[in-house]
């Protein structure tokens, strides 16, 4: 499969595993056509930081009211690992889609 450079509103046609021919076309402009993981990283956005702040800071509270008499705190740990985890991957994906000009 070729590497190919798109610019703003730019018809792209790529194939895909079978073969098949697929049409894109990116609405935004590309920055990355396929951006590094560094680059991913260093696309995050205002927002995409503060999901890594707020998604934790609310899913251990949440997880500690649902870990029961058992252990609560561990529950808390737990859940905000996860808050980390899925705020990490929205805003990673969020920074991909950006670079590479789906999204805004």
Known sequence: MATVTATEGQ???VRSRSGAQV???RPFEVTSAHP????TLA????VDRTRL??????????AY?????SNPRAAAATG????VGAAFCMGYLSSSARLAGYKQ
């Open 23 to 25: 049409d894109t076309k």
């Open 80 to 83: 905000a690992l996860l808050g």
């Open 43 to 46: 696309g995050f956005s205002v």
């Open 11 to 13: 018809q792209v046609t």
């Open 65 to 69: 009211s649902f870990g029961g008499k």
């Open 53 to 62: 702040a707020i998604m934790p800071a609310l899913a251990a509270p949440l």
């Open 36 to 39: 590094s993981f560094d680059e």
